[in-house]
Antibody, heavy 118, light 112 residues
Framework: EVLLVESGGGLVKPGGSLRLSCAAS????????MDWVRQAPGKGLEWVSS????????NYADSVKGRFTISRDNAKNSLYLHMNSLRVDDTAVYFC???????????WGQGTTVTVSS | QSVLTQPPSASGTPGQRVTISCSGS????????VYWYQQLPGTAPKVLIY???QRPSGVPERFSGSKSGTSASLAISGLRSEDEADYYC?????????????FGGGTKLTVL
């Protein structure tokens, strides 16, 4: 079964840092662009960042630019999101998703919760 | 404030037909495919419609999508209680760093 599993969420104080991971299995990870999408409590979906299959192209939402860094390790079938200078409004469930130019974001992980609070 | 505009809520009774709209602009919906995602409570989103009107295998024929100009819509016929969920439209947009996905604000569907 094609699977994405996120980890690394938790409670962090404002200004702190966290690294999220997303482990992919049962598909050729290196063939796909990948995205991070977040959902604040009771709110809608917000695209956060995307990275191309070879890491050549990287893009960020304005709300996280300069604070978050997306990366991937194709040898380990893993996607990462390094989050620095965290703010209360970064509190959300963070999903990793596989990007398919035809099918859209066609595979999603179950999400990992990040809570930024003092 | 989302770039794509959806009604925040919709409702219907079992068996009814419900339509959810999604309004964008020439640079996003007007130039790209539209996708619809269904998010059941406490779960990750799932692709319901891709390429404006195509259903992935396993999605019932009750769900249909359409697009005209800078707007799109999702129709659900023969409404069932298990359709109660949040529905998001999405498409691609372009900024200085390249294309990325954008979402509508979401529509909460209630089955009365």
């Amino acid at each position: 079964e094609v699977l994405l599993v996120e980890s690394g969420g938790g409670l962090v104080k404002p200004g702190g840092s966290l690294r999220l991971s997303c482990a992919a299995s049962e598909f050729t990870f290196s063939n796909y662009n990948m995205d991070w999408v977040r959902q604040a409590p009771g709110k809608g979906l917000e695209w956060v960042s995307s990275i191309s299959s070879t890491s050549s192209f990287i893009n960020y939402a304005d709300s996280v630019k300069g604070r978050f860094t997306i990366s991937r390790d194709n040898a380990k079938n893993s996607l990462y999101l390094h989050m620095n200078s965290l703010r209360v409004d970064d509190t959300a469930v963070y999903f990793c998703a596989r990007e398919n130019s035809f099918y859209g974001l066609d595979v999603w992980g179950q999400g990992t919760t990040v809570t930024v609070s003092s | 404030q989302s770039v794509l505009t959806q009604p925040p809520s919709a409702s219907g009774t079992p068996g009814q037909r419900v339509t959810i709209s999604c309004s964008g602009s020439r640079s996003n919906i007007g130039s790209n495919s539209v996708y619809w995602y269904q998010q059941l409570p406490g779960t990750a989103p799932k692709v319901l419609i891709y390429s404006n009107n195509q259903r992935p295998s396993g999605v019932p024929e009750r769900f249909s999508g359409s697009k005209s100009g800078t707007s799109a819509s999702l129709a659900i016929s023969g409404l069932r209680s298990e359709d109660e969920a949040d529905y998001y439209c999405a498409t691609w947009d372009d900024n200085l760093s390249g294309p990325h996905v954008i979402f509508g604000g979401g529509t909460k569907l209630t089955v009365l």
